[in-house]
């Protein structure tokens, strides 16, 4: 025997253990190997990549519902009734399907709550047959909309399906106006239906019930479509445009409301919930809109939901009315969002709309329950820029240079206190952080007043993030200002034109571009900046190069305009010319500051003047429409 036959039956070895087939999951996109615990505690979605994975129905239930959820039974419908046949029986692949999944077929429904708010929820299961659309899941689907009538609470429902059920034929496809009829009949309730579209949603499954709801959700990188991209491509001849049929191509082009990632999932459904239970607009009669009509000389009727007047001096136009003719007039003008600011050009003095945490909060109620339900908007980026002053009762915060000294722990401390001071008022929006960079300490409008958090991009960035974070936990959206980056300017955008072109860096810009999808609200805030090499004639609010520059890199990101009062654009154009320039570029949302002396016939103007550049077809429907749904997403993200 040799000695390492000796030394090996010496040692005390154990059995050798088996390692367990599910310890580790491969990312079907990175190909990362992923530890399956970690993957699983990830919401199935992958760490290095963000490939959102594809999960069952109590998988789902999980991650969605509040504790003390029933899944409800799954109607029994007669099965195989083609006694169809390929190389299995029907009633043998059902048998398989079933062994290998908790559920009796590919839709299972649940009655709970998402934050207290009382729905059913139907989960499609794509590892059931392919979430294939036979007579089961027609039944559970009416089923789950009966259940909701019942409890008289909204519909959800998630889908994953590779489109009907050949094994059932026609009976299958009959399912598509059995769930249509259903879906009427939820609607005829004032009950909301809400649908979220998961990776793959195809066949008769989009074409029916999937596209009916109230809103429609996409997770990120989800296949949605009718039929495939190669049946297509060969029946048109023509090469399909990149990403075709993935949820961001999709949003990008209107047919779905917005694209959430799987952790904002639930708190985004919670939101929408809320405002779709909550909106019940009262009804407008015929002689108010007539008497409206006479008073502002508006006729809006194809903008009912117009980005037009984000920033209205509130305390300017709406004592001026009685408060049911303010009503109408919102309602005809479908007021994207309004900004409070707390000084008056009429009294030069601060006592405009902000006197009080109690008067503040009394204000943005009553706005919010304007039949447009426009979002509130604020400058609270701290120090010489906040609307909200300590003076007056509401949290302190420091400017940016001064809060970016601060240890971390300190400000989180202030974010919290001013973000969720926010929320807790009925702000919904933040014209903040400033991501410009300190490229130049005498620039009057950011170094001098220590708006800028540094001149090391890393710690601008750093703090943008730090504050991205807060906001997502106090729900307040954030707009990013002021692109493309004016920190090395040398004029005063309030008083001229800015030439920025021997000052921009490619770092800075960039910067926008890395930092707006992380950012809760995805907003970016455009100045009056002139960049010659992009266009030598207007600045950046105006210019379709400088707008088409963001949107080919942030196609679901909300455009505002800096003030459109600002003198250097009053100067050479005027604020109707400037609004209709913006649109026109691919502006989604105009901000006018409250320095406009006459409102009512300013924004009268400015509203005719809008409905008769489409007319002519000086501006593009369609790119208005994609515009106005992207006001309509933030709405219902921060409702």
């Not at 060969?234 to 949003?251: C, M, N, S, V």
């Not at 609307?387 to 400017?399: C, I, M, N, S, T």
């Amino acid at each position: 025997m040799s000695w390492i036959d000796r030394v090996r039956k010496a040692l005390p070895f154990q059995d050798k253990r088996d390692t367990p087939d599910n310890l580790w999951t491969s990312c079907p996109s990175c190909k990362e190997m992923l530890f399956t615990k970690e993957y699983e505690e990830n919401l199935s979605v992958c760490p290095r990549c963000d490939h959102h994975g594809r999960i069952g129905a109590d998988a789902r239930f999980a991650q969605l519902l509040d504790e003390g959820f029933t899944v409800l039974e799954t109607p029994r419908v007669r099965e195989d009734p083609l006694k169809f046949k390929d190389q299995k029986k029907y009633p043998d692949r059902l048998k398989a399907a079933r062994a290998a999944n908790p559920h009796p077929d590919a839709l299972t429904n649940a009655a709970g709550a998402i934050d207290g708010h009382k729905l059913v929820l139907g989960v499609q299961d794509f590892a059931f047959m392919g979430g294939s659309m036979g007579m089961a899941v027609g039944a559970a689907f009416v089923a789950g909309v009966d259940r909701a009538i019942k409890d008289k609470c909204a519909y959800v429902i998630c889908t994953a399906a590779g489109g009907a059920r050949m094994q059932e034929g026609i009976l299958s496809l009959m399912q598509m106006p059995k769930a249509t009829v259903a879906i009427s009949r939820l609607k005829r309730a004032s009950l909301p239906y809400v649908v979220v579209l998961t990776d793959p949603t195809t066949g008769g499954v989009t074409a029916s019930y999937a596209m009916l709801g109230d809103v429609h959700i996409a997770e990120p990188g989800c296949l949605i479509g009718f039929a495939g991209q190669r049946v297509i491509q060969d029946t048109i001849r023509e090469k399909l445009p990149e990403g075709f049929q993935r949820a961001e191509y999709l949003h990008e082009h209107g047919m779905v409301d917005m694209v959430v990632h799987r952790r904002d999932l639930k708190a985004t459904l919670a939101q929408l919930l809320d405002y779709l239970e909550g909106r019940q607009p009262a009804p407008i009669t015929q002689e108010e809109l007539d008497r409206a009509k006479r008073e502002i000389a508006v006729a809006l009727d194809k903008m009912m939901e117009s980005p037009i007047g984000v920033a209205l001096g509130l305390s300017e136009i709406l004592p001026v009315l009685e408060e049911r003719e303010r009503d109408v007039i919102v309602a005809r003008f479908g007021l994207g969002g309004v900004i409070l600011f707390d000084y008056s050009v009429r009294t030069r003095q601060y006592d405009n709309n902000i006197e009080s945490p109690e008067q503040v909060r009394a204000l943005c109620t009553e706005i919010s329950r304007l039949p447009s339900s426009p979002l509130v908007f604020i400058d609270q980026e701290g120090g010489q820029v906040r609307r909200l002053k300590d003076a007056r009762g509401f949290a302190p915060l420091p400017g940016a240079k001064e809060f970016s000294r601060l240890p971390w722990r300190e400000r989180r401390t202030f974010l919290a206190a001013s973000l969720g001071e926010l929320r807790a008022l009925g702000i919904r929006f933040n014209f903040a952080p400033v991501v410009d960079v300190d490229y130049n300490p005498d620039n009057p409008n950011i170094g001098r007043i220590g708006r800028s958090y540094s001149a090391d991009i890393g710690e601008v960035e750093a703090n943008a993030l730090l504050m991205g974070e807060m906001a997502l936990q106090a729900r307040v959206g954030l707009c990013l200002k002021h692109y493309p980056g004016i920190g090395g300017a040398t004029a005063d955008s309030h008083q001229d034109f800015m030439d920025i072109s021997d000052t921009l860096r490619p770092e800075q810009e960039a910067l926008f571009w890395s930092l707006a999808p992380k950012i809760f609200g995805n907003a970016v805030l455009v100045s009056h900046a002139i960049v010659g090499s992009w266009d030598r004639d207007y600045p950046a609010t105006l210019s379709p190069v400088a707008i088409g520059r963001l949107r080919s890199r942030l196609p679901e990101t909300l455009l505002i305009t800096d003030d459109l009062q600002m003198q250097g654009l009053q100067k050479a154009l005027g604020t109707q010319a400037a609004c209709l320039r913006s649109f026109a570029a691919g502006i989604d949302m105009l901000c006018i500051g409250n320095n406009l002396l006459d409102q009512e016939r300013e924004v009268a103007g400015i509203a005719e003047a809008v409905e008769l550049a489409l007319l002519e077809n000086r501006l593009d429907p369609a790119a208005v429409g994609r515009s106005i749904a992207r006001v309509r997403a933030r709405k219902a993200l921060l409702a």
